[in-house]
């Protein structure tokens, strides 16, 4: 799984991994591919530094890169108090009143909760990005809208490429007049915020709208078929997030929740509105179903609905409520059925990539 | 683009096309692939025996099959007259009010219209399949679930394969274990029929249900590359039904039609029940919006729906009303950018095959 891109980078195969633990980033550069840290839910940007430095000393010197959520147009109000003020009553009573009709007890007195995605706020975003560029990171992602300008001359500076995530080939477009040096082309079948368009339609569909741009295809690839297919259809490398979630360095705090991830079907995930305010696919739970319901207000736009939800979803978390339990995972969430370590993943995912192409090969040579 | 079953099939290529016009289905078969002409929207069973008998003498020779729409259960209802008095008046009228919107002409005296997709009523479809099986059709596919046991049976004395389509891992267990000999893994992004899990995911999961069942890869794919996909994927053999709306031998009768589809993006379409009563991906439309609006009355449950939009599709087509005009069509239709002959359709699939599989080969080549 060699191309220009993980040439470039020294890198054995073109195969990032993102994922929202440091243990996981750090086994991803270690087997080869190359970890990519989501810093979204880093609230302190000293935590987010003591994870860094804690990567730094466990990727076997490999390189690895830091993923951030921020909007290139500023929100009205800047700062989270600001933007808490902006949310109705009606949508925080129906907040209370699902999370009381499951009977989610309240966190211990002075815990705000763990689980605050507040990070695409654009203060929160730059804290973030000072605390990046301390650490000798090799690409910054941005999973929402182009990075503003200064970010990407910055990230140049400091040697780092800059890659942004893109559910249509009108955004990747965007991306590439920008600047980035790297296209994620995120299918509808993804994981977290996706557009309609579908990974097998919406790569190729990216990789024209950008060449010579390099373009990274993202959702629906838990394999090495699927990556063969990925790379198949004109992609450089190969983007997966979901298939992290169940292996061993995730240590997923919550042994509900894997158990869930480990029984979910394919068709067990919803693209919804209630974790952010944007369309984002997650596990399909008794939450995202009471936010699909007549009978609810509707999400709020982003940034307002992640802080709505945010301490309704740590409490949920905190005492594993099984029902209303989830998480952002794409469709592959159906060939995740055992815990492994992320050595054993990327094992698999070399041979299935291998048995794809001698498969294909064998296709050709029937021809001839 | 050979597998055992296009060896088995006797063809070139492991490409079925599905299409409802004959010159397009036997151009397919003359071109090395496997054309399969679709037979829902012929009500009357000498129409259909016609256009079989010219596609005998147009195939050069090569093998064809004929796509059915037969429900495994019977409808309460068992005729056409039955059905249409179950359809609510309120219906009706948003029928008229919205025709009445977009000033659609009335269709002149004593006719009812050519498109009338109701062949998924049992009476038609046995109708249909005793003049399918008195020509020598190699592939009898049921676009809705597995196919009654009889038919079957009736398949295989003819000689005949039998395909079904599925959306699920769930549905392709049911048709392999009735006895299909091939399902066709039909992703979300495909046109018509469609369900919520896209083909990257979808294929190799229902390869895996159904082995050693061999399985078609449908939905998205249009291009050579994204066949290399579909087969990487696991698949023998890849479904295109798009693509060959825009070839010179469709011969869409709607001008208007033909400039929508090669006009629209990937985005421009939506998977909705206003045509069928099923979830259908189709070109978005004012039509489909107005179904999709609250002040609609929501379309009907299978078969009403389509026996209730019958006459207006009809109106809107032959009078060629731009804003409501649309067609079942998946998302590639972003891709369909001229008009071309099936000819040509096909080297560029053969082409773009060839340049996935090299392009992949230098990839695990860079790693030896």
Known sequence: MRTSLSEQLGIEHAVFG?????????????????????????????RLARDLEWMQGHTGGMP????????ARRAEAATEDEVEAL???????????????????ELPEGDRGSWRITGWLEEVARAQLDVVFDHPVRLVANALGSPPADVIERAHTHGALVAALAGSARHARRHAEAGCDLVVAQGYEAGGHTGEIATMVLTPEIVQAVAPVPVLAAGGIGSGEQIAAGLALGAEGVWLGSIWLTTEEAGLRSAALTAKLLAAGSGDTVRSRAL?????????????????????????????QGLLVAEAL?????YEV?????????????????????????DELTAGFERAVRRINRMVERGC
Chains 1, 2 share one sequence.
């Not at 690895?64 to 909007?71: F, L, Q, T």
């Not at 740590?314 to 905190?318: A, G």
């Open 18 to 46: 993102f994922t929202p633990f440091p243990a996981v980033a750090a086994a991803i550069s270690r087997a080869g591919g190359f970890g990519v840290l989501g810093a979204v839910r880093y609230r302190a940007p000293g």
């Open 322 to 346: 099984t029902e209303l339990l989830g998480t952002p995972v794409g469709q592959i969430v159906g060939r995740m059925d055992s815990v492994r370590s992320v050595a054993a993943v990327f």
């Open 64 to 71: 690895y890169g830091v993923d951030v959520v921020m909007p």
């Open 87 to 105: 949310i109705p009553a009606a949508h925080r009573r129906f907040v209370r009143e699902t999370l009381a009709r499951y009977g989610v007890p």
């Open 314 to 318: 740590s409490r949920i978390q905190r």
């Open 276 to 304: 952010t305010g944007k369309p984002a696919r997650q596990l399909r739970t008794a939450w995202t179903d009471a936010w699909d319901d007549p009978a609810s207000p509707g999400p709020l736009p982003m940034p307002l």
